[in-house]
């Protein structure tokens, strides 16, 4: 029930219809066939349960995701389980001739690949069936370790503070997994993380789940189309897409419908989505 | 000054001092058995009390690491080294600089694993829970107003339902569909308070022996009933009044009834305000359930393409019953009936001009009043077995109609005409699915659906038409046309439950069976005086024809998919028989052929900003009874018709081609659209007049036309003031032969149309937005007449504003301007409303067409015809408008 409730809240992207308008717009959408690159075999695979406040003025408004982390010899990779599961689903809706589910609700965009010798990252961030691909260097961490203790499933955990692009974040890693890991971007701590913490309570990932691989199972991308961008660009974009979602739409050649007071409204002028990224920086 | 900075210097100096005196630095490196480098291993400084990390780093490239920490922490520390695949090692060091190396041992981590099960995992057949509580406020009465603020779910205008984009298939209150698809009547009145959750079904295949096979991703919605709320009769109200020329009403009460074994909702409602009842009370899911038209009718005028709450000059009464009841097989047995009571007025000055060659032109100028009357019903009984491996689903339908149409038409005279009929439509459906229990569970679908129609139509028109046709050139007082057309259809089709794959082929048979069967009865009589009708003899002047229609054939599908091409092809291949009887003409005719008409789509994505999408089409189209009959008909007071009992045949294709660019993260989109039509026809429908009055015939003689358009349109999204602007142009030209007066005119036809959409934010309270489009059609007579082109211009802008207090005022202004030769027409509409809701009445007052403006004026071009038209709209009125519960 307490889940049902997280869904049923709002969720920016599902508050929306789209009427085609004639051969006009037409929303693209990833063709998901069985094409893959792989780059490394998982070692270990951790299962975050994520909570996201999507409206920073409701936060009791949160919507859950599912995300894991996988961990191979020379790559890790980080992504929504939800969203993995909607793709498989997808991948074998494509071979037959049916239409698509939508994104499941609360899923992340997002899938964070890092290359333990660089420290690269490289994210793969879809929007309205279009994948964008960026790169980045290896994201500072001042952490601080913080005198403070708990255990979180039977590990002893220490707590460490940081600041990272426009967040204060508090995590709980254990060196007992000797794996400098986290979820999203989290890393460089002597042990891996299994909860973080925004100080405003927007964001926390929880270790549900920490599994040692016996099968071989391979981190892997499916081969969509990459749109190479950066991160400065694409994050612009999106709070442009979010501050006006009428304007993208239309601008796609799609018409944009929502429903404001009670009302179905056709390309609402003044309407906006809530926009509450983990970066804000 | 100087002793200042100099003390300065030498308490920095000293903290400087004191700072590197305070650190102890670790050093080491971390090296395997085979003494090679180990790198990034965690290397940690504990405390000795609780093995808290105290500082920590990770080795380099050469397995070297270094560590500062605090020498006054603590006097003796751990120290750690462990990593992904090496043995944990631990020292106690004392607290200064040192170098500690190791040699480490390979070794796997020990994991603890642990799993939460975590309770929402999406999947394909999933269901997401609204609890409706959590979603309603106080302002909220029907489940309608708490439907359209869930998250992903959208209530139309219409009140058709849209999960994420996506209508739904099946409406459930308590997983029994007792609606039939006519929700809206329960969403707009069942009470919010009383539904506990909404539930969502992803995916939803309601046929649950083909869950397993067949992917439905089309959602579906269930009501979940408060447990109090089960068992007991709750009752809803709309009411409002006001005024135009007339006093204005608009009511509706609606009864309900749920509990587990039976279901029941009813309502009646009644306005005068042009909400078209029919309509509210019609059922999504597309079942065709609708009657055709009469192939004779009372000339009235024709409604323009707007909102009918603008035009439609009603009086309307309605009700609709509803009823569920489950069987103890958990068999769904289901009975709907809805009936209307409808009187409307039309009202319009019609201009009608037929072109000829060498500049001649006919011209009528009509006066037009009608009114209609309607006793509209419909129903349905409904049988639904849902098994695991068996399927039932029967339902027999009905609906009929009986209409009184009078119409006064001013022409030169004053012509009156009526119209009477009494259509109705049987039809009946069923589905039948049967799975084997094996692990293959190969299964057939077989699939039926059939329609009876009666469409008969009484016409009387007077003075007496066509007089040199009826009545040997003598004027008489009236002409009645007694037509009876009965039309049978069943449609069968039989799927294995298994599909070949090749590769990334796929290929998926089905057997098809269609059967169609017409007649038409049609007799003139007239009338010389008073109410004494006689027969008009003469075997053209009557008819008695029957026509058939069997179809038996293959059809396959194949499709091909890879990431960027996608190809599909639809082969159906299928044997035809059509036979006429003409009895009159003692006639009959009968044609055999194999029908092929494939329909192919290919789309190709050319990186991420291209595109370009092809498709493809031919069609083999053979006119049905309506183009079929060889006695005259009179279609209405100044057409009369005749066609052949030839059976002939069309050929025609079409295609397209789209390339697409769009540059998303600017905003960007564009495309370039071009689509090709060409036909080939063995018969041509002739028109030939006498006067103002027109006679159709059909000629055996080939011809060929064809349409070509392009249309360019582009859009872009700006940051000032949130404008965004869209522009479309399009250009079209094509050839139509059209026979009349027994010359064989190339008729071409040519438009350009233009429009441009923006909206803006001057302030978050306050919007705007315009759109204005401008066509400019014409027409060339074999290559040299020009014709008077139409020039149209449409400007709508609107203006919303929202107080602080949370009323909400909305004003909208419309110009139109119509050019046709040398006259201009032109005329404003404007509309204002304002909207609040008080505890649980919501209150709303319009004020509809401000200016008062009496008529919608219209012009458009057919196939070498202009129309033109000024038709009567609703007058300028204040309506009042409230909903409540009643209990």
């Not at chain 1, 859950?64 to 997808?90: A, E, P």
């Not at chain 2, 099946?170 to 308070?193: P, V, W």
Request: some cysteine; hydrophobic content about 35%; glycine content about 6%.
């Amino acid at each position: 029930m307490k889940y049902s409730q997280f869904i049923m809240r709002g969720f920016i992207f599902v508050d929306l219809v789209l009427i085609s308008s004639g051969s006009f717009g037409q929303m693209q959408r990833l063709r998901y066939n069985d094409e893959f690159t792989t780059y490394d075999t998982a070692r270990y695979e951790i299962t975050y349960e994520v909570k996201k406040v999507v409206d920073p003025s409701k936060l009791n408004d949160v919507v859950v995701d599912i995300q894991k982390l996988q961990i191979g010899k020379r790559m890790s990779k980080t992504f929504s389980y939800l969203q993995f599961q909607n793709d498989s689903l997808c991948t074998i809706l494509e071979k037959g001739d049916g239409d698509f589910p939508s994104p499941p609700v609360g899923a992340d965009n997002r899938e964070i690949f890092k290359d333990f010798r660089t420290g690269e990252l490289r994210i793969r961030e879809r929007v309205d069936g279009i994948q964008f691909c960026y790169e980045e260097n290896k994201p500072e961490f001042n952490w601080v370790i913080q005198n403070r203790h708990k255990v979180i499933a039977s590990y002893p955990c220490q707590c460490a503070s940081v600041t990272f692009r426009g967040r204060q974040y508090e995590v709980w890693f254990t060196t007992a997994i000797p794996v400098s890991a986290g979820p999203f971007k989290f890393d460089g701590l002597p042990g891996l993380i299994l909860e973080v913490e925004d100080s405003k309570h927007h964001y926390t990932f929880t270790c549900i789940g920490l599994k040692k691989m016996t099968t071989i199972i391979p981190i892997r991308s499916q081969d969509f189309p990459c749109t190479a961008t950066t991160r400065e660009a694409l994050s612009k974009f999106q709070l442009k897409r979010h501050s006006n979602p009428t304007q993208y739409y239309n601008s796609m050649g799609v018409t944009y419908a929502t429903k404001k007071d009670g009302k179905v409204v056709i390309n609402p002028k003044n309407f906006s989505w809530s926009y509450n990224p983990i970066e804000l920086e | 000054m100087i002793s200042r900075s100099i003390y300065s210097l030498f308490v920095s100096v000293l903290l400087l001092h004191l700072s590197a005196s305070s650190q102890s630095i670790i050093e080491g490196r971390i090296m395997d058995k085979a003494n090679k480098p180990i790198t990034e291993a965690s290397v940690m400084l504990l405390n000795t009390a609780d093995s808290s990390v105290v500082a920590y780093n990770f080795t380099n490239q050469n397995g070297e690491f270094s560590i500062n920490t605090d020498k006054l922490k603590a006097p003796e520390l751990l120290i750690m080294v462990y990593g992904f695949n090496i043995r944990r090692q631990i020292k106690k060091i004392s607290n200064h600089s040192q170098k500690v190396d190791f040699v480490v041992s390979e070794e796997a981590i020990e994991l603890k694993e642990f799993a939460v099960k975590s309770q929402k995992i999406w999947g394909s057949r999933d269901t997401v829970n609204y609890i409706v509580d959590a979603f309603r406020d106080s302002a909220d009465i029907v489940i309608a107003d708490v439907l359209r603020k869930m998250p992903g779910i959208e209530v139309k205008e219409s009140g058709q339902i849209e999960y994420r984009g996506k209508a739904i298939s099946k409406f459930y209150i308590e997983n029994m569909d007792m609606l039939q698809g006519r929700y809206s009547i329960a969403t707009n009145n069942i009470s919010a308070s009383d539904i506990a959750t909404v539930q969502v079904l992803e995916n939803h295949q309601p046929i649950k022996a083909l869950q397993d096979m067949a992917f439905s991703d089309d959602p579906a919605l269930n009501l979940k009933l408060k447990p109090d709320a089960k068992g007991i009769f709750s009752c809803m109200a709309d009411l409002g009044a006001g005024f135009n020329d007339d006093f204005l009403w608009n009511g509706s009460v609606t009864g309900m009834f749920f509990s587990k074994l039976h279901q029941y909702l009813s309502a009646i409602k009644t306005n005068n305000t042009g909400v078209d009842l029919a309509q509210e009370l019609q059922s999504f899911y597309g079942e065709e359930d609708q009657l055709s038209n009469s192939i004779s009718s009372v000339m009235q005028p024709v409604p323009p393409r707007i909102s009918k709450e603008r035009y439609l000059f009603n009086q309307a009464f309605g009700g609709t019953i509803n009823n569920l009841v489950k069987a103890k097989n958990e068999a769904e047995i289901t009975l709907n009936f809805s009936g209307s009571h409808d009187i409307e007025t039309r009202k319009s000055y019609d201009q009608t001009m037929y072109y000829f060659p060498g500049n001649d032109t006919i011209s009528i100028s009509e006066q037009m009043e009608s009114r209609l009357s309607s006793y509209a019903y419909d129903g349905s009984v409904g049988y639904r077995l849902n098994g695991d491996q068996n399927y039932i689903n029967s339902r027999l339908s009905f609906s009929g109609n009986r209409i009184e149409n009078t119409g006064v038409i001013f022409n030169k005279e004053q012509i009156n005409q009526r119209g009477e009929n009494d259509p109705y439509k049987v039809s009946c459906l069923l589905s039948w699915i049967r799975r084997g229990n094996n692990e293959n569970r190969f299964g057939t679908e077989f699939n039926s659906s059939s329609f009876y129609q009666s469409l008969p139509y009484n016409l009387e028109v007077s003075p007496g038409m066509f007089a040199n046709s009826l009545n040997d050139s003598t004027p008489f007082q009236s002409v009645s046309q007694e037509v009876a057309l009965k039309d049978f259809k069943t449609q069968n089709s039989l799927r294995f439950l298994s599909s070949a794959v090749w590769g990334s082929f796929r290929i998926h048979p089905s057997l098809h069976f269609s059967m169609e069967h017409q007649s038409l009865n049609t007799q003139m009589s007239k009338s010389l005086d008073g109410d004494i009708f006689s027969d008009i003899q003469g075997d053209s002047l009557r008819n008695d024809v029957t026509w058939m229609r069997l179809k038996a054939g293959v059809s396959l599908t194949l499709t091909y998919q890879s990431r960027n091409f996608r190809f599909e092809l639809f082969t159906p291949l299928q044997y035809q028989s059509i036979s006429l009887v003409d009895k009159p003409k003692s006639a009959e005719a009968d044609q055999y052929r194999m029908t092929f008409q494939p329909q192919a789509k290919v789309s190709y994505a050319i990186g991420s900003h291209w595109q370009v999408i092809g498709s493809w089409f031919m069609y083999n189209y053979n006119p049905t009874l309506r183009n079929l009959y060889s006695g005259y008909v009179l279609q209405n007071y100044r057409t009369m018709s005749h066609y052949d009992s030839r059976l002939s045949d069309s050929y025609g294709q079409q295609g397209s081609l789209t390339l697409s660019y769009k540059d998303i993260i600017r905003f960007f989109f564009t495309n370039l659209e071009v689509r090709y039509s060409r036909y080939l026809n063995e018969v041509m429908y002739s028109q030939s007049f006498e006067g103002s009055l027109m006679k159709i015939s059909s000629v055996d003689l080939e011809n060929r036309g064809n349409y070509l358009s392009i249309t360019a349109r582009a859009s872009k999204g700006f940051d000032w003031k949130k404008l965004s602007v869209n522009m479309e142009a399009s250009w079209g030209k094509g050839l139509t032969p059209q026979l009349r007066q027994n010359n064989l005119i190339n008729y071409r036809n040519q438009g350009v149309n233009g429009n441009i959409t923006l909206s803006l934010a001057f302030t978050e309270r306050l919007q705007f937005a315009n759109k204005s489009s401008w066509s400019s059609v014409s027409g060339r007579i074999d290559d040299d007449e020009k014709l008077e082109p139409i020039n149209s211009f449409i400007d709508a802008a609107s203006v919303n504003y929202t107080f602080p207090n949370g009323i909400v005022f909305s004003m909208g202004f419309e110009y139109y301007d119509t050019h046709t030769g040398g006259t201009k027409q032109s005329f404003y509409l404007v509309d204002s409303g304002v909207s609040y809701t008080w505890k649980r009445v919501r209150v709303a007052v319009d004020y509809s067409n401000i200016l008062n403006t009496k008529n919608y004026v219209y012009a458009y071009f057919d196939n070498l015809s202009s129309y033109y038209s000024e038709y009567r709209i609703r007058p300028s009125s204040i309506l009042f408008s409230a909903r409540f519960k009643i209990y």
